[in-house]
């Protein structure tokens, strides 16, 4: 298949970007992304990049996990309701997708890394990759070992073991104080987006300094069109445009019931493709409240197996003795930055299973 032809931001509709906005942003005010070389990139900014390439490539399959609720679940998983109902959300995205994208975010070092997951219907994994454009970043790697150990763990055979970590799937160096770790989730997600629409097995060349501009451009397009919006909401009037997922051009009497006011419209990375405007128990505070003790309960259900899953696979001899446990975060909610420029001292890697 040729290779995809990439749409002018300039001609995105009114209706998309508003989709957009509360897809990356919620109800949070967005802000314009630095251009220039040397600046972190948030969290928001993988929510954008994400939203950015959907529009453009359109891949329901394709999923990009919250980065906040990754962190979580991978220090607090089987610790705390909180980390529970964070590791249930991603494994609800894996059934949901046929590929996801988990943000591996780790404080010291400020620094991004990325698991790429391949799963079947009933969320089981079928393959893994690890994206990491620095070297020796051996925190994240701690940190992506034990989400995975928690997502490939059969609670009903543990025998059959837990998956190491694999090497960093290509060999790309983020230049000396780019600060671009964050746009390995560009390449990872754009790759496998081309690999989905088979035009290749090698994927997107990474290109960190255009996508910067790249994304400084869309952030600046919907900052403005959150501006109109929120105007549009001060003045109480009934909302003039209808919601509509990225990519539908035709927005025709289907989506009258999407003309809504910026803080009744939801819809997140799990629920995206869906044309409610309800959101998902992930997004909408009134369903996250409601099915509130269901996943706590399921949550609780899933630890407990997990944690005698585990026991299990220490007494076969199956996971090796824990040598360094990645330090609990200091901030794992709220915006996330990372660079990746810092050298930390080299610690083991042979953490493969979480503290139980």
């Known amino acids: 298949m040729e290779a995809k032809t990439f749409k002018s931001i300039a001609t995105m509709t009114k209706n998309e970007k508003r989709f957009c906005i509360k897809a990356a942003w919620g109800n949070n005010v967005g802000y314009a992304l630095q251009g220039t070389p040397g600046t972190m990139l948030a969290d928001e900014d ?17 999923g990009l996990a919250s980065a906040s609720g990754v962190k979580v679940a991978a220090h607090f998983g089987l610790a705390n ?5 964070a590791l249930q959300e991603v494994k609800d995205m894996l059934v949901q997708k046929k590929v996801l994208i988990c943000p591996i975010h780790c404080d010291e070092p400020l620094h991004w890394t990325f ?9 089981r994994i079928l393959d893994v990759k690890y994206v990491d454009w620095c070297i020796n970043m051996k925190p994240n790697a701690q940190i992506a070992q034990q989400l995975l150990n928690m ?49 290749c097995d090698i994927g997107a060349y990474p290109k960190p300094v255009e996508w ?30 209808a919601i509509c997922i990225p990519g539908e051009k035709k927005v025709g009497k289907e989506w009258d ?45 899933l630890a407990a197996a997990l944690k005698k899953a585990l026991t299990t696979c220490i007494s076969l001899g199956l996971v090796p003795e824990v040598v360094d446990e990645p330090s609990a975060p200091s901030a794992p909610i709220g915006k996330l930055n990372g660079g990746g420029d810092d050298k930390p001292e080299a610690k083991g890697i042979d953490m493969l299973c979480n503290n139980i």
Request: with cysteine; net charge positive.
């Open 212 to 241: 910067r501009k790249t994304l400084q451009t869309f952030a600046t397009s919907l900052q403005k069109e959150q501006g109109d919006w929120l105007v549009e909401d001060g003045k109480g009037g009934k909302p003039k445009v």
């Open 115 to 123: 698991l790429v997951l391949w799963s079947d219907e009933a969320g």
């Open 151 to 199: 997502l490939v763990l059969d609670p009903m055979d543990p025998a059959k073991g837990l998956w190491k970590l694999p090497k960093a799937w290509n060999c790309y160096r983020q230049r000396p104080a780019s600060n671009d770790c964050g746009f390995a989730v560009w390449w990872a997600m754009e790759t496998v987006m081309k690999q989905m629409r088979l035009e």
């Open 46 to 62: 993988l929510y954008l990049i994400d939203q950015y390439l959907q529009w453009q490539y359109m891949q329901p399959g394709i």
């Open 257 to 301: 019931h999407l003309r809504m006011a910026r803080k009744q419209f939801f819809t997140c990375s799990s629920c995206r493709w869906s044309q409610t405007g309800e959101g998902c128990c992930y997004c909408n505070p009134a369903k996250h409240a409601k099915l509130y003790e269901v996943k706590c309960r399921k949550s609780r259900e």
């Open 81 to 85: 309701e909180d980390g529970m109902i």
